[in-house]
């Protein structure tokens, strides 16, 4: 069996902000690396990322090492510097024939925190820097796909990055659950869910520390890791259903990402609990508080263009299938992430409570149909 690798990731590292891909007039500006006390930071704007104590606190693997001296967070881990960072594809494509893995689609891990400037045209140059160096590694490579990120903090820039990654090789663009403070189903963000459905490119919503509203309410990365790096992703998936999204661009592609697919019977009874309850209840009151969707949740499901990424150890897996169906679920494996499970597609297809269809739907079909993979 075929095995799609849905959410793979790279560790940026100096090259990805070199002069060949940054824009000029940033250079001045360009994400730096250091280390302290053993640890490998990356200097934005004077800020040190990941900033691992304190509000806002977050966790991120890269950077991997600090003039070729391995960061201690990166030591121990079972993938190479060189597969992490992309610099040897070889190597990268070792570890996925060791998993199993046929093809890899490939996200950030620098970006999954936000903000990291508040300077909005840096925040475009390091985005367009990402995509370009991305694109220069693997456009048009057969195993290894990639997945380009946008700042949704300047639209019209966005807008343009979208088209960009499509020349570049794109099969997705990545969003974390929130623009900031924002949601996405705020007004703003129009042009740019115009622009992915122009293009044919998936979304990635993706686990992420995204909303600073959030974010600062922990000064423990513990916690912090289990709601403000999951809940913006409930958040998204509730903003796009209830606030007509869906409606209004019927035809886009949306994965969910590295949240495992446990919640998703739970949001969904909610939203449709709230949607019955507000349509025909509250609005015989005031009539604003009507559901902006048009549909009961399940329906948009049913289009076939929503999918949901699932753990390997989901045990409510087989009822997340019989709820949204074979067809809308994926695998990812969090390649090279240290907190992920190693041979997971090859621990899914050891599993006795889910069927040999939904397997090959799992690992195969619905990645290639979401990414348009042949």
């Keep these: 069996m075929r095995v799609i690798d849905a959410d793979g990731h790279v560790e ?39 900033r691992r104590v304190g509000p806002g606190c977050h966790n991120l693997g890269t950077p991997t090492n600090f003039n070729g001296q391995v960061a201690a967070h990166t030591q121990g881990k079972a993938d190479s510097i060189g597969s992490m960072e992309l610099s040897d594809v070889a190597a990268r494509i070792k570890a996925m024939d060791d998993e199993d893995i046929a093809i890899q689609v490939i996200y950030t891990t620098l970006f999954l925190a ?39 903090d300047d639209i019209p820039a966005a807008v343009r990055q979208v088209h960009e990654a499509k020349t570049l090789g794109a099969v ?9 403070d924002d ?30 509203s959030v974010n600062n309410l922990y000064s423990h990365i513990y916690p912090s890791g289990v709601i403000a790096f999951h809940v913006p992703l409930l958040m998204a998936f ?32 909610r939203i449709h609990h709230r949607y019955k ?25 049913k289009r076939g263009n929503i999918f949901f990424s699932t753990e390997v150890e989901d045990e409510i897996l087989p009822n997340v299938l019989n ?4 067809g809308q679920v994926i695998f990812g494996s969090d390649m090279p992430h240290d907190d992920r499970e190693r041979c997971a597609a090859r621990m899914l297809q050891e599993r006795t409570d889910i069927s040999e269809s939904a397997k090959e739907s799992i690992l195969d079909k619905n990645p290639a149909r979401l990414y348009g993979i042949a």
């Design 12 to 50: 940026e590292n100096l090259d990805t902000f070199s002069d060949k891909y940054l824009d000029p007039d940033f250079r001045s500006l360009r994400p730096r690396v250091t280390a302290v006390d053993g640890l490998v930071y990356w200097v934005i704007d004077e800020q040190l990322y990941p």
């Design 114 to 152: 936000y903000p990291l400037t508040k300077n909005v045209g840096l925040g475009t140059a390091i985005t367009s820097s990402f995509n370009r160096w991305m694109g220069d590694r693997l456009s048009g490579h057969q195993r290894l796909k990639w997945a380009a990120v946008v700042n949704l």
């Design 172 to 180: 997705s663009v990545m969003v974390l659950g929130t623009a900031g």
């Design 183 to 212: 949601m996405l189903d705020h007004p703003r963000l129009l042009p740019f869910y115009e622009a992915m459905c122009a293009e044919n490119l998936a979304l990635g919503v993706h686990v992420g520390w995204s909303c600073p």
């Design 238 to 269: 509730t903003a796009l259903v209830s606030g007509g999204v869906l409606d209004r661009f019927p035809d886009l592609r949306i994965v969910f990402l590295e949240a495992g697919c446990q919640w998703v019977p739970f949001i969904l009874e």
């Design 277 to 301: 309850n507000q349509g025909s209840t509250l609005r015989k009151f005031l009539p604003q508080t009507a559901p902006i969707q048009k549909l009961p949740v399940l329906e948009y499901i």
């Design 323 to 326: 709820l949204v169906g074979e």
